[in-house]
């Protein structure tokens, strides 16, 4: 008999289900459910919605769960709701760790996509030292009650290792992927370098930063063009972000599915990742690598477990002065960007999308094994 596996996230599409988001997270769970469907499972997810039945992909469903309340940036009622409708599940699968607390499945894995509690907004979530205490308490019970928490850097680990030494043994490094068959390098020529900045739209992304490094570089150098493609979030923030780009002289602003990207990072020199915070093993900068970018980004969360500085990219503050010195850098030294592209193409060639779906094939069995209740 064909096995189920549920899995809970807090959001695929837009609560309303009428818009979608194409982050990171949400192409991770496209090919991971790809890989399950490949596995023989029949798989089905929840999210928050107002009763809304979508799909992910065609013939998998999406369930929407009028259930939004984050008190302690956890979502009881999200998880109660999810463990009583999905309770023939074989094996339950929360797409965000928090999202296993305070139930979870007996055969159940959590996915760490980095640390996010590194946040600058964090505080005020829980302000007061018992709010952070209920916190930590939540967060610990939630990787406790899964059988394993697939990680996709090492910087979580390292602080749960550090934090609650026991509970490092729960997670499994299974780092980000990237199609080194689609996104590949392509000969670059010409003296006008272009720039990326191949990401959503938001702050702990840097767009603030990556937006005044724009405007000062196409001011001072007549032959850099910046290109900010991803969604914002809304559609009012991105109608904002073309009039904005639209105003000035070699910035553009403007969106893609994925299976476009890769023509997008074949015609980019230099790539911008800028993370402030809430980073793991980011797809972008390894599609930016995979297509032999001169990577540019910041030593937040997993960004460091891809790029080494000065060898497959640079690694810089989180500032608009640091970017604007690095981009400068660059492009005045188109050596050090080719032996920059080069180098990151060969990192990223272990990252490949097999290895990915063999670490978490390995976790599926391991899990879906398990003969105690």
């Known amino acids: 008999m064909t096995q189920r596996v549920a ?8 609560p309303s289900g009428m818009r979608q988001v194409y982050g990171g997270a949400e192409r991770y769970g496209v090919e991971l459910t790809h890989l399950l469907l490949d596995l023989g499972y029949e798989v089905e997810w929840w999210q928050i919605g107002d009763n809304w039945r979508k799909e992910i992909i065609p013939g998998v469903p999406l369930r929407g769960v009028p259930e939004s309340d984050v008190p302690y940036q956890t979502m009881p009622h999200l998880n109660q709701v999810f463990f009583e409708q999905a309770v023939d599940a074989d094996l339950a699968i929360y797409f965000v760790t928090f999202l296993a607390y305070p139930t979870a499945f007996p055969r159940s894995i959590s996915v760490s996509h980095g640390i996010y509690w590194d946040h600058p907004g964090t505080d005020k979530f829980h302000p007061t030292q018992p709010e952070r205490d209920e916190w930590l308490r939540r967060l610990e019970l939630a990787i406790g009650g899964v059988r394993r928490v697939v990680s996709v850097d090492t910087a979580t680990i390292n602080w749960v290792r550090a934090t609650w030494p026991t509970l490092a043994t729960k997670f499994v490094y299974v780092p980000n992927f990237v199609d080194t068959k689609a996104f590949t390098p392509k000969a670059r020529s010409g003296d006008r370098v272009r720039v990326a900045f191949p990401r959503r739209a938001t702050t ?31 559609d009012g923030m991105e109608r904002m972000l073309m009039a904005w780009a639209s105003s000035h002289d070699r910035v553009y602003y403007y969106w893609l599915p994925p299976h476009l990207m890769p023509d997008l990072y074949r015609h980019t020199d230099i790539a911008w990742i800028p993370s402030k915070s809430t980073e793991g093993t980011s797809l972008s900068c390894l599609e930016a690598m995979a297509s032999g970018c001169a990577v540019v980004t910041t030593p937040v969360g997993g960004l460091s477990d891809l790029v080494q500085d000065n060898y497959s990219g640079l690694l810089i503050e989180p500032t608009a002065r640091a970017l604007y010195d690095a981009t400068l850098r660059l492009k005045r030294d188109p050596e050090l960007r080719a032996r920059l592209g080069r180098r990151a193409r060969e990192v990223a060639e272990t990252f490949g999308l097999d290895r990915w779906r063999q670490g978490w094939t390995r976790v599926i069995k391991d899990v879906s094994g398990c003969t105690n209740p």
């Open 7 to 14: 899995i809970l996230t807090s959001n695929h599409l837009e």
């Open 204 to 234: 702990v992304r840097g767009i603030n930063e990556a937006g005044r490094a724009a405007l000062w570089l196409t001011e001072d150098d007549p032959d850099i063009e910046v290109h900010f493609v991803g969604r914002a979030h809304d």
